[in-house]
């Protein structure tokens, strides 16, 4: 297994188009998140799944933006109706949790990023 | 909410010198888990280095240390011998602790430039 792979690696798109991006996280990983990175800035928690279920999203993620994990192991990421303000590096990371509840078992382990400019 | 703060957006260190890179931050929780990663230009994040706040020693990872200071929530990454490969942008993340969603929060980063 070569790491978390995401595609495309960029991706520009006019403004009002939807774009939809590919995490493939490290095979038996069960838990996958997806980040947002602007410049000069953290990467900022968007969502995560534990297997194929949707556990928690952030308040940055707006209607326009949608997650999905069919089967638990590759995930989506879409944005419908592209603003300038979605201009930034997408990131997606996989860990493989323990399933106790009092401990921390593995780091996440980050893709290369999908870069979005919105023009 | 936690947050997380570095103070020094870019820092520069003479190659084979040592350099302390600075982090902060505000928590209400007393399980947690602290984090320093390495975002090299172009390429993706890697782990660096990982300290459990239940734990009084500080960690290290060959020429990374840290000194965790957890009264006074601060988790400062030292790296020893600097060599050229060390130059990055270097983010301080803080991960809840008590089986959560294991999200990470990170501060805004600092750039390390190694001066050969």
């Known amino acids: 297994d070569t790491g978390v792979s995401q595609d495309p690696r960029h991706k520009i798109t006019k403004r009002g188009q939807n774009v939809t991006f590919r995490c493939d996280p490290i095979?038996?990983?069960?838990?996958l998140y997806w980040y947002r990175q602007t410049l000069g800035q953290g990467p900022e928690f968007l969502t995560y799944?534990?297997?194929?279920?949707?556990?928690?999203k952030s308040r940055l993620l707006s209607d326009r933006f949608s997650a999905e994990r069919p089967k638990g192991s590759f995930s989506t990421l879409e944005i419908q109706r592209t603003e300038q303000g979605d201009s930034a590096m997408y990131l997606c990371a996989s860990s493989a949790s323990s399933g106790r509840a009092d401990h921390y078992s593995s780091e996440q382990y980050f893709g290369p990023g999908t870069r979005l400019t919105v023009t | 909410a936690q947050t997380v703060t570095q103070s020094q957006p870019e820092m520069s260190v003479q190659e084979a010198e040592t350099v302390t890179l600075s982090c902060t931050y505000d928590?209400?929780?007393?399980?947690?888990?602290l984090f320093w990663y390495k975002q090299p230009p172009s390429r993706q994040m890697i782990l660096v280095i990982r300290q459990e706040a239940y734990k009084q020693q500080n960690a290290t990872e060959n020429r990374f240390s840290v000194n965790f200071q957890k009264a006074a929530k601060s988790f400062s990454l030292k790296i020893s011998d600097s060599q050229l490969g060390d130059a990055a942008m270097y983010f301080c993340a803080y991960m809840g602790g008590r089986g959560g969603n294991e999200k990470l929060t990170f501060g805004t980063g600092t750039r390390l430039t190694i001066i050969p």
């Open positions: 095979s038996e990983h069960n838990r």
């Open positions: 928590t209400s929780e007393s399980d947690y888990y």
């Open positions: 799944f534990q297997n194929e279920a949707q556990l928690e």
